[in-house]
C-alpha cells in the first residue's frame, strides 16, 4: 500500500521580513512542493493560516501591499502598548471569513505567548483570528490580545520557530527563519545597537531548535529590513525566492514531496 510522503513546515516571526516566507513558499510551488503541515509565530503564523485558507504565496503578497496591513493600526491608550490590534480583526475578517482552524485546507498550529504563564500556548482548532492576532502581538509595541481571560503576546518571544507541534507527524521538517543577521563592524547609534540584540535574542531561541528540522532554510541578510519596512515588501519575497531555489537545487531529494509522489510502507523514511 502506497502512502504519501508528509513534509511539515515551521515559519519563524520577524515583522515584514515574513514576507521571504511567501518567496520560498513560491519556489517550493514551482517545483511541485506545497507543505502537508504548517506551523508559525507571529508573521510566520499570518503566512501560514493564509496560505492554508487557500491564497497562493503571490496572493498573500498583494493583499499585504494592496492592504497596507499597519495602516488598520491604531494608537492604544493604555499603559500595556503604543498601538492596538484589534482593528485589524475587520481586515482579517475580510479573508478569513470562516472564523476557525476547521475551515483551512491543511493543518496549522500557531505559537503566542500567555504572559501569565510565561509559557508558549499552540493554537490549531477552534476560532482563528483572535490567536493569530496574539501571535504576533509585539510586546511593548501593541496591547496584549485578551483570549479566555489571558493576556497573550508574540509567539516569537519564548518561540519564535515552533516546531514542536510537528515532531513524529511529518516524514521531513523543514524550518524557515527571516531574520539571518549579517556581521556588522560598527554600531553607530543606540537604536542599531537595541534592534540587532532584540534580533540576536530572537534567533537564539530559533537556532536552539534547528536539530529538529531536517531542512534549515535562512535566506541571508534579511535582518538589514525594518520590522515594518513595508516599502520593501516586494524585495523581501524576491530573497526568500532566489534562496529557495538555490537550496533546491542543492537538496534534489526534496522532490520527493512533489505533488502525487508517495512511497511503499516498508521505504524507510528517516
Known sequence: MDKKRIF???????????????????????????????????????????????????????????????????????????????????????????????????????????????????????????????????????????????HYVDGGVLNNLPVEPLLGKCDRLMGVNCNHLPVQQNISHIKSLIERTVIMSMNYNVYSRVPKCDYFVEPKGLATYGVLEIKKAKEIFARGYEYMMEFYDLHSELNMFQTNTSYKDDEVVG
Do not use: W
Open 8 to 150: 511539515g513546515i515551521t515559519l519563524s516571526g520577524g515583522g515584514v521580513r515574513g514576507i521571504a516566507h511567501l518567496g520560498v513558499l513560491q519556489a517550493l510551488n514551482e517545483h511541485g512542493i506545497s507543505p502537508d503541515r504548517l506551523s508559525g509565530s507571529s508573521a510566520g503564523a499570518i503566512v501560514a493560516i493564509m496560505y492554508a485558507k487557500g491564497f497562493s504565496p503571490k496572493e498573500i503578497l498583494d493583499i499585504i501591499i494592496k492592504t497596507n496591513y499597519f495602516r488598520f493600526l491604531r494608537p492604544a491608550i493604555s499603559l500595556r502598548g503604543l498601538l492596538k490590534m484589534e482593528s485589524v480583526y475587520s481586515l482579517y475578517k475580510e479573508y478569513l471569513k470562516e472564523d476557525d482552524f476547521g475551515s483551512l485546507q491543511i493543518p496549522v498550529t500557531i505559537a503566542a505567548t500567555d504572559v501569565h504563564l510565561a509559557k508558549t500556548v499552540f493554537f490549531s482548532e477552534g476560532e482563528i483570528i483572535r490567536p493569530l492576532m496574539a501571535s504576533s502581538c509585539i510586546p511593548g509595541m501593541f496591547d496584549p490580545i485578551l483570549i479566555e481571560g489571558h
